[in-house]
């Protein structure tokens, strides 16, 4: 059995319109993956930054995963698949984040700010990892409706957002980044014929 282990953490995020944010993530992973052991899911303490241009987290993230067969859960037409996006190589089904910011305004309400998605990396060791992120854009009245009311647009389905098929389909707007800092641990993959 290959496995990965994630340690790090969410350090927090910048280049938002406000401060007062919070992060709610998830790492997905292809069928053939479970978690062994930590948090798939999670969400960050509230941070209201009065004199710094970064919200701070700190969240910490301890996940353990394993996969029985690459070759079988990755396979079409008999070639391991594999993408090249900005000089990283990731397996279809490999591990990635979904991070979603939130803005909470001083009654308490909490309003989604943006989506992002990052992989982790593939190859073992310290990965410091700047994850962009966006929001639909609505219709004029639904700006509007944002600018005076706030509340903003949503997707239907969340998970689209690492879905390049349908995500080119979007317009939308960019946000702030989120910073995480990742160590990246794998055992047994040069039994697949994996190696790094």
């Known amino acids: 059995m290959a496995e990965v282990h994630i340690i790090g953490q969410i350090l927090g995020a910048s280049g938002f319109p406000e401060s007062s944010l919070f992060c709610k993530w ?27 241009p970064m919200a701070n987290w700190c969240h910490p993230i301890d996940l353990h995963c394993a996969t ?28 990635k984040f979904h991070l979603q910011v939130w803005h909470q305004d001083m009654y308490g309400r909490n309003e989604l700010y943006s989506y992002g998605f990052c992989h982790v990396p593939i190859s073992p060791g310290l990965h410091e990892i700047d994850c962009v992120t966006w929001r639909p854009k609505g219709t004029l009245l639904e700006e509007l409706k944002t600018e005076f009311i706030g509340g903003s647009s949503q997707l239907k ?24 800092r990742l160590h990246i641990i794998v055992r047994n993959f040069d039994k697949y014929g994996v190696e790094f």
């Open 157 to 180: 389905n969340p998970d689209l957002v690492s879905s390049s098929a349908e995500l080119y389909k979007l317009r939308t707007v960019s946000m702030g980044k989120i910073h995480l």
């Open 26 to 52: 998830k790492v997905q992973m292809g069928s053939a993956w479970r978690v062994l052991q930590g948090d798939h899911e999670g969400q960050t303490q509230v941070d209201d930054p009065s004199d710094e």
């Open 68 to 95: 029985n067969g690459l070759q079988e859960s990755f396979n079409r037409n008999d070639h391991l698949c594999i993408t090249l996006i900005f000089d990283y190589i990731y397996i279809v089904g490999w591990p």
